[in-house]
T-cell receptor
Framework: GENVEQHPSTLSVQEGDSAVIKCTYS??????FPWYKQELGKRPQLIID?????GEKKDQRIAVTLNKTAKHFSLHITETQPEDSAVYFC???????FGAGTRLTVKP | NAGVTQTPKFQVLKTGQSMTLQCAQD?????MSWYRQDPGMGLRLIHY???????DQGEVPNGYNVSRSTTEDFPLRLLSAAPSQTSVYFC???????????FGPGTRLTVL
């Protein structure tokens, strides 16, 4: 079945730096790639998504890039702030299979 | 709109007991799903539904049953609880495929 690998599992950056999280997937039929943010003790929330007919999508400080040939997509956060600290999940298989998550810590 | 709601927030069961986790949404979403979240394993799909009367198995369906008699409600039943079912359970809904999911606040279940 579909496998989604997410790296790194933890990421620590200084406030103002950029953060990049990468996911690889195995199902060639996947056409939708969302990213979710989960703050401690809270529910996951969709922050950005991309469809297979688009290579990049931006929303203020966050962006997602997709390489369908290589079967990977990445979340980019620029000018990180302490409130970006959370666990981030990617999803493949059209939003049915999640990566294991990346715990991002932004140090002030 | 309340969005996606789940009850209870916390539950402790003994091995072998049964219970139902409730999930409801008021957004008229056709798609609903149940996930469990365990440390270091992300969210794993248990069961999902693409509309009233239609359900299907996800990645980890064993030990769980679901039904979808209305668009709004999607209960998850544990038939005979086991310690391996100790987890945080999230219900989610979506307006359709490839639209992103809205998650409920979760239910923390402990099976002793």
């Amino acid at each position: 079945g579909e496998n989604v690998e997410q790296h790194p599992s933890t990421l620590s950056v200084q406030e103002g730096d950029s953060a990049v999280i990468k996911c690889t997937y195995s199902d060639s039929a996947s056409n939708y790639f969302p990213w979710y943010k989960q703050e401690l003790g809270k529910r996951p929330q969709l922050i950005i998504d991309i469809r297979s007919n688009v290579g990049e999508k931006k929303d203020q400080r966050i962006a997602v890039t997709l390489n369908k040939t290589a079967k990977h997509f990445s979340l980019h956060i620029t000018e990180t702030q302490p409130e970006d600290s959370a666990v981030y999940f990617c999803a493949g298989n059209n939003d049915m299979r999640f990566g294991a998550g990346t715990r991002l810590t932004v140090k002030p | 709109n309340a969005g996606v709601t789940q009850t209870p927030k916390f539950q402790v069961l003994k091995t072998g007991q049964s219970m139902t986790l409730q999930c409801a949404q008021d957004m008229n979403h056709e798609y609903m799903s149940w996930y469990r979240q365990d440390p270091g394993m992300g969210l794993r799909l248990i069961h999902y539904s693409v509309g009233a009367g239609i359900t299907d198995q996800g990645e980890v369906p064993n030990g769980y049953n679901v039904s979808r008699s209305t668009t709004e409600d999607f209960p998850l039943r544990l038939l005979s609880a086991a310690p391996s079912q100790t987890s945080v359970y999230f219900c989610a809904s979506s307006s359709g495929p490839l639209r992103g999911q809205f998650f409920g606040p979760g239910t923390r279940l402990t099976v002793l």
